[in-house]
């Protein structure tokens, strides 16, 4: 195994770590402004709990980052690598729960036919509608979050993070929601009492859909899958080429690949160890992603062909 | 490319969002079952008075008054117990009930309550309105906080 973190992520990574400490603060100023607007709109409601949930993806990344740095121990030999996929199975959960709960309570008011109020407010003397404060505060919470995302992508890509990942792809797409949102407030102003529901509806979806692509990918990478593209399930090209490399080194042997956090653990069983062996040269890909390549090990052959 | 096509949807959709703000003042919010409009066309409301009080108190004179100059309609009262007019109230039987509520009233999640018109400690005088009417309602909270300042 090569130290924590390779010296080539270094600078990503750290441009990483603040950017997700920028998406905190810039979450929080709108979870402040959508809960001061939310009222008893079921669409503000929802739209205030995903804009809670989506900090988790921040504070996973932060905190897996944090544990990614610490040198193996005695009670961890083989390092923190995978608290980041632990985290984010738990961080998959919530969203799904929570969005599950939400798009059952949008569909309960909405077989209730329940007509939301929103009444006015006094500010500075005037009277101005609530749906209009609602509007505005929905408007600010769709641009900060796709600017941040973009710029999150990129790096995501580089550091092979699927947390990273996760996140960039929610915050890209958060301004759908904010837009959902909008028109359940303005459909509720035009006197459709159900466009709140229907609005929650769409935003609980998006955040239950959020959720179960994460869990497949955490449970991929707990259940020590094969790497995978990031944000996806498919086998990714790298660690396939890198099988096939390993195969026609070690003729006759079989080889497996994991996934380990942002690397790659390689295993060869039924060849006998050269001893040193420089990783970086049995890389297929791009040099420049050579760091993935984390671990060679070697192991009697088992009697279970897996390499089929 | 498709951030493009995203960023030319936001646009378009920031410009109606512009143009129905500008347009709409008037016709945002509306009732869904109408309620404003019915008012002002059969020049009528219909008003539930919880009969706790004899003779009522001023304060509900004074909203009805100023409810009736702002659509040109008459008030329709009856007097009852809350219970009886508040339900009716829910079920679009009822356009205002007036009566004193506790400031956490349970009530409050049925229907809409709008901010004290006579405050007397915990008990004040409001008038409740059927949840999502919420032009109605908007007229009603902008009369009942004239008559609120004016007892001041």
């Known amino acids: ?308 | 490319m498709a951030g493009q096509r995203s960023a030319a949807v936001m646009n378009r959709f920031f410009l109606l969002a512009t143009a129905l703000l500008v347009a709409g003042c008037d016709a945002i919010p509306s009732d869904p079952d109408g309620t404003l409009d019915r008012v002002r066309g059969e020049r009528l409301f219909r008003v539930g008075l919880i009969a706790s009080h004899t003779p009522p108190p001023d304060g509900a004179g004074n909203l009805l008054q100023r409810l009736s100059r702002a659509t040109g309609a008459k008030a329709a009262v009856e007097r009852g117990p809350a219970e009886a007019l508040l339900t009716r109230l829910e079920e679009g039987d009822l356009d205002l009930v007036l009566g004193e509520f506790a400031e956490q009233s349970p009530w409050a999640a049925q229907v809409t309550l709008s901010d004290p018109i006579l405050a007397n400690g915990p008990i004040v005088l409001a008038a409740a309105a059927r949840n999502g009417e919420n032009a109605w309602i908007a007229l009603i909270h902008r009369e009942a906080r004239a008559v609120a300042s004016a007892a001041e």
Request: proline fraction near 5%; hydrophobic fraction near 50%; aromatic fraction near 8%.
């Open chain 1, 1 to 308: 195994m090569r130290r924590a973190i390779p010296a080539e992520i270094e600078a990503d990574l750290r441009r990483a770590v603040r950017l997700e400490w920028w998406t905190i603060a810039w979450m929080i100023s709108i979870i402040t402004l959508i809960g001061l607007a939310m009222g008893s709109s079921q669409a503000m409601k929802t739209a205030w709990v995903e804009d809670v949930l989506s900090l988790i993806p921040s504070l996973v990344f932060l905190l897996a980052v944090h544990f990614e740095r610490k040198a193996p121990t005695e009670r961890f030999p083989y390092g923190y690598h995978r608290v980041n996929s632990l985290a984010f199975l738990v961080a998959a959960v919530a969203l799904s729960v929570m969005g599950t709960v939400l798009l059952v309570e949008s569909g309960l008011s909405l077989i209730r036919a329940e007509h939301v109020t929103i009444p006015p407010v006094q500010i500075l003397g005037k009277d101005i509608w609530l749906g209009w404060l609602m509007v505005a505060a929905l408007a600010y919470s769709t641009v900060p979050p796709v600017i941040l995302g973009r710029m999150k992508l990129p790096l995501a890509r580089r550091l092979q993070d699927e947390v990273l990942h996760t996140d960039a792809l929610m915050q890209k797409a958060d301004w759908m929601t904010g837009l959902a949102g909008i028109a359940g407030i303005i459909g509720i102003g035009l006197g459709y009492w159900w466009a709140d529901a229907v609005a929650a509806g769409i935003i609980s979806f998006s955040i239950l859909h959020d959720g179960i692509t994460a869990l497949r990918i955490a449970v991929a990478e707990l259940a020590d899958g094969a790497p995978r593209e990031l944000g996806s399930t498919r086998l990714e090209e790298e660690g396939e080429a890198l099988k096939a490399r390993l195969l026609e080194l070690y003729p006759g042997a079989q080889v497996r690949l994991r996934d380990s956090g942002r690397f790659i653990m390689a295993q060869v069983c039924g060849a006998s160890s050269p001893g040193a062996v420089d990783l970086d040269s049995l890389w297929p890909g791009k040099p420049e992603r050579s760091w993935r390549f984390a671990q060679l090990s070697f192991a009697p052959r088992e009697t279970e062909d897996f390499s089929a």
